[in-house]
């Protein structure tokens, strides 16, 4: 009887160190911050998203007012797209984890304006966002006044090609460029190499005579185009969630039309190529066969580690009062029996 009573007394405090064990799950917390609330119209503001710990991976949805400010830069240049506000980083290049990373901002109109984040993903899943968004104000910059400088008013003069007849121009460097930039995208290549090669066509169309037109016409070429570089963020998170997934796992089908995705996104040269596969650079077009106990597997495979401690913490307290329903049976039948002996004698 001693023996049952501290057996089930041993259980309950079993039972219950395992569900505090289990509701004490490191849960760190996502925050943003402004380097000031104010600044003056002109100026950069600093905006740090801090993790609370070190991840190993993390990605996000940075939103702010474009109408107010300007993207500048960020800590980690190469994980952070200004066209799409998305930032998405995994360790390496040296950095082993994070816990934090910062953006600077350039002030351009009058007002407040909000920098938030959306979409947190981290390697730690308990990770949540307990501050969301910033709010900074630009303000008028202080400025000294100076007397502008007068310049005189220029005489007019008689344009000397007022008369001029334009020449007859074998322009076939022009209209050939013209041509094959209709089958380009503007955003694949470098701001600067895009608009030196739209000044050269210009400068072509206004030629006047065969010596106006041979002095640009050697920039007006495709070949001058400068690509703009870009960052294959998600085929890089897609290769790290396959890390340790088994093809076996999967219809042959969906792991097929998987792997030719990556293969496209890795041959993509420019991010027109790249933006039309990369909707399918997920895990989650993958299909899982089923079936019996190979399912059971499956499940349990794709689990992650905290997961799959929290259903293993689950399992044990369900066995532990399974136990102690047990014990208690034992303990009622066996008060019961000294019952009846008692009264036996």
Known sequence: MNF???????????????????????AASTTIRASASKVNNGKTVSVTVSFGENVSAAQFALNFDESKFTYVS????????????????????GTASLSSVTFTFKAKALGSGTFSISGLKTSNRSNTISKSSVSVTVQKATTTTTKPQTTPTPTPTEDPNQNQVQEDINKYELYDVK????????????????????????????????????????????????????????LNFLLVALIGKAENKYTEESWKELQDAIDLANKAELQSEYDEIKDKLTIDTLVEKEG?????????????????????????????FIIIIILWRLYSKEKDRMRYDARRH
């Open 74 to 93: 960020c800590s980690l240049n190469d994980s952070y797209s200004k066209d799409s506000k998305y930032f998405a980083w995994v360790s390496g290049s």
């Open 292 to 320: 019996g106990f190979q399912g059971i597997v499956n499940f349990f495979q794709g689990l992650d580690e905290q997961e799959r401690i929290s259903l293993a913490l689950g399992v044990c307290v369900a066995i532990l």
């Open 179 to 234: 041509s094959k930039l209709l089958e380009l995208t503007e955003t694949d290549y470098t701001e600067k190499s895009w608009g030196d090669l739209q000044d050269a066509i210009t400068k072509a169309e206004n030629a006047m005579t065969n010596a106006e037109y041979d002095e640009v016409k050697s920039m007006l070429t495709i070949n001058n185009l400068e690509v703009e570089k870009f960052e294959k963020t998600e």
């Open 4 to 26: 049952i009573k501290k057996a089930m007394a041993i259980l309950l405090v079993l039972c219950l160190s395992i569900v505090i064990l289990s509701s004490s799950v490191n």
